[in-house]
């Protein structure tokens, strides 16, 4: 519609569609191509106006906004429909955006409010609409699982930092799983601002599919989409092996690698994620109580059945100074050491504190280039560079 956004009203007050029509009338981008007052209305006329945006009320007879909403959306995912309610309430939103909606605005609303929240959704459905294309393609997902028998082995720190690594040089799209469900500290390692957890996830897991499922992910700004953990330890009670297979069901085709960051337990979900790993990559420190740990897990993996090449040891803190020697360390675990990342506090520490990935802050460092070593090794970058090198010789 020469290029304007083309809006549809839903709402069985005539006053209200008569206000909105005032309030987007001098809006230069936005046309209000049709108005319809109860929910049936709106489907047949959404049908036949394909809009970009549906301003869709709650409460109508005939058919109330969310049921309408839930068909036009499954109809036409080209739409984006924003629910208009007197309702502020949280429980209420989800409901809305389990239906299918994208966006939520309260009355009484300003016009400078209105478009916003047009412009917004509309920014939003052509993103999705690109994310769209993309999965079109089939994107084929790899899971990385980052795990250890003992905690404070440096598992958050190498699993936050490689999935912002493999975002950067990879440029694809990375998911990051907290699933230390009881002490998780991605988000904080991160500094994220959390607004859905995997808690809640879980609790809106029945009408799930794999399009509303982002929404639960918060974006850091190096672009991983992240899954926080629970924001109380006691959470963790409610999610058990079958939602954590759905949810990585969900996630898989979204994203091309997801990388996950365990519980330092052998629990039932954390035993799931590792089943449906690519890699296993196994964190260990050079101190006794952690081998020792570290020999039992993996042989309980062995008696899991899990293949040798799926477990990738890895050894942080790494100096060979203090008591074990590396050797001796990989005779005592019966596995060679796949990748070893230097001890580095200053760096470390200081990027924790500051919720600042050192792979962004402080590349050059030894520790962040073993982690973007690692990140390239899992998503296979030197035999991709090696093959353009060949392409580019042939032509
Ligand atoms: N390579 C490293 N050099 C120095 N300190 C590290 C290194 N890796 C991790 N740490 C520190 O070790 C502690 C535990 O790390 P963390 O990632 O929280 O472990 P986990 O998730 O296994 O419990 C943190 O204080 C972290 O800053
Ligand atoms: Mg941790």
Redesign the pocket.
């Known amino acids: 519609m020469d290029g304007k956004i083309s809006v549809v009203i839903v709402d069985d007050s005539r006053e209200t569609v008569e206000n909105i029509r005032t309030l987007l009338r001098f809006e230069s981008t936005v046309e209000v191509s049709g108005a319809a007052f109860d929910g049936k209305e709106a489907i047949r006329l959404c049908e036949k106006l394909k809009p970009d945006i549906v301003l869709m009320d709650v409460n109508m007879p005939e058919m109330d906004g969310l049921t309408a909403t839930q068909i036009i959306s499954m109809q036409q995912p080209e739409t984006g429909v924003i629910i208009m309610s007197v309702q502020g309430e949280k429980e209420y939103l989800k409901k809305a955006m389990v239906a299918g909606a994208r966006e939520y605005i309260v009355k009484p609303f300003s016009s400078e409010e209105l478009i916003q929240t047009i412009l917004r959704t509309y920014e939003l459905q052509n993103r999705r609409k690109s994310i769209g294309k993309v999965q079109d393609q089939h994107i084929s997902t790899k899971i990385f699982t980052i795990f ?1 028998t003992k ?8 699993a936050s930092n490689l999935a912002v690594a493999m975002a950067r040089t990879t440029k694809k799209r990375v998911a990051l799983i907290d699933l230390d469900l009881q002490f998780g ?1 991605v988000a904080v390692m991160l500094n994220l601002s959390i607004k859905n957890t995997i808690y809640d996830l879980v609790k809106d897991l029945k009408d799930m599919d794999s399009d509303i499922v982002e929404d639960y992910l918060v974006t850091h700004f190096s672009g991983v989409s992240v899954l926080p953990a629970p924001a109380k330890p006691e959470y963790s009670e409610f999610i058990d092996a079958r939602h954590i297979e759905k949810i990585l069901n969900l996630l898989i085709g979204n994203y091309h690698y997801i990388i996950i ?1 365990a519980a ?1 337990s052998f629990n039932e979900t954390v035993l799931t994620a590792l089943d449906m790993s690519e890699k296993i990559l196994c ?1 260990s420190t050079l101190d006794l109580p952690t081998i020792k740990n570290m020999k039992v897990g993996l042989d309980l993996m062995d008696s899991l059945k899990y293949p040798r090449e799926k477990i990738h040891i890895v050894l ?2 790494a100096s060979e100074q203090i008591g074990v020697k590396f050797k001796e360390f990989e005779q005592t675990i019966g596995h060679p050491v796949w990748a070893y ?5 200053q760096t ?2 200081t990027s ?1 504190n500051k919720g600042l990935p050192f792979v962004m802050t402080r590349s050059e460092t030894k ?1 962040a280039r073993a982690i973007y070593g690692i990140s390239d090794a899992l998503c296979e970058r030197r035999a991709e560079q090696q093959k353009e090198k060949q392409k580019r010789k042939w032509i």
């Open positions: 250890s905690g404070g082995v440096g598992k958050t720190t190498i500290d960051d330092a964190v942080n803190k990342i230097p001890e580095d506090s470390v520490i924790a520790v």
